[in-house]
């Protein structure tokens, strides 16, 4: 399939008000989901870590170092997408597979419109800007850890961002960066097979949201382990 995408592509006129579609469906349209959720993590993660420190000889900048860590190296990129498997995989597939039903890409292939091209390069483009989004969900989650840890009387506001900024290693959020690119490469073409080649009704459709969403998942949690054990293993 992923070779038949990049095929016959579509003339740039048409393509470009694709992207720009999907750009604004998949990339703009999750940004709000993912604040809110990025929020909320990094304020359960200051706490619980604030929680846990029952020692009085481990400093006290230790929730805001446990917060950015977490943050960055897990739980913005690999949490946030597995979200987006739902949220994202399940429009993908389902949107395709309608078409699919409703004789749409038949049609597109009798005219001689690459369909691969024409439905999933969009979204392989779109999703290109994925980083952008988690960058975003990386700031905002220490940012709710703060808020949680201060205004929770847990740490104090200096202890915090000194933990924020003790033995910052800069390859980590290239790490992050690269995860975030193959994770968005996964949530647009894992979907975007299951509503291709789907057969059956509207029922079906359905059926096949909810296998990508499955699917999405097991693939990001392996390559997770993978791209971890060959970037910081």
């Known amino acids: 399939m992923i070779k038949d995408v990049f095929k016959k592509p579509t003339k740039w006129r048409i393509m470009k008000s694709l992207i720009l579609k999907e750009v604004d469906e998949l990339i703009f349209g999750s940004l709000g989901i993912l604040i809110f959720i990025a929020f909320f993590m990094g304020a359960v993660v200051a706490i619980q870590t604030a929680l846990n420190i029952t020692s009085e000889l481990i400093p006290k900048n230790l929730v805001g170092f446990a917060t950015r860590q977490s943050i960055i190296l897990e739980f913005a990129p690999t949490f946030c997408s597995i979200i987006m498997a739902g949220k994202v995989g399940s429009y993908i597939t389902s949107s395709i597979g309608t078409m699919r039903v409703t004789e749409q890409i038949d049609a597109l292939e009798v005219m001689g419109v690459n369909a691969l091209n024409y439905l999933v390069f969009p979204k392989i483009v779109a999703l290109c800007l994925y980083p952008f989004i988690i960058s975003i ?54 979907p975007s097979y299951h509503g291709f080649y789907m057969t059956g009704g509207a029922l079906e459709v359905g059926k096949a949201s909810t296998t990508s969403f499955v699917w999405t998942s097991v693939v990001i949690i392996v390559a997770n382990y993978i791209l971890t054990q060959l970037l910081l293993g």
């Open 137 to 190: 969900a990386m700031y905002v989650g220490i940012f709710g850890g703060w808020m949680a840890a201060v205004f929770g009387g847990f740490s104090t506001s200096a202890d915090f961002i000194e933990g924020v900024q003790l033995d910052f290693i800069p390859f980590h959020v290239t790490y992050a960066f690269l995860k975030t690119l193959v994770f968005a490469f996964v949530l647009a073409t894992v």
